[in-house]
């Protein structure tokens, strides 16, 4: 399972209504990730952390025609870390 982090860069929407499409989305979102942890950075700007346990089916979706006509109506970007845990030594 893979930690990642997502940054997500908006044109469009403000913070509350890509907020309110992104847990719209959960049933979608339980194909491939949970525990999603969601932080606004700014009215333009939002952090999203989960734990992917199906990254190709997240792949797909991210590749489907469906997720860029959402990112072109939406004016979103997306950015994609993936985290690693580290002893505190």
Same mark, same amino acid.
């Given at each position: 399972m893979l930690n990642t982090?997502?940054?997500?860069?908006?044109k469009e929407p403000k913070y509350a209504e890509w907020k309110e499409a992104f847990d719209g989305d959960k049933e979608r979102q339980a194909h491939f990730m949970k525990d999603a942890v969601v932080g606004r950075v700014d009215e333009r700007t939002a952090m999203v952390?989960? $734990?992917? +346990?199906?990254?190709?089916?997240?792949?797909?979706?991210?590749k489907? $025609?469906? +997720?860029h006509h959402m990112e072109n109506e939406m004016g979103l970007s997306h950015e994609f870390f993936e985290l690693t845990p580290q002893g505190l030594n």
């Open positions: 982090m997502i940054i997500v860069h908006m952390t989960a $734990d992917v +346990f199906d990254r190709p089916a997240l792949q797909a979706l991210l489907s $025609d469906e +997720f």
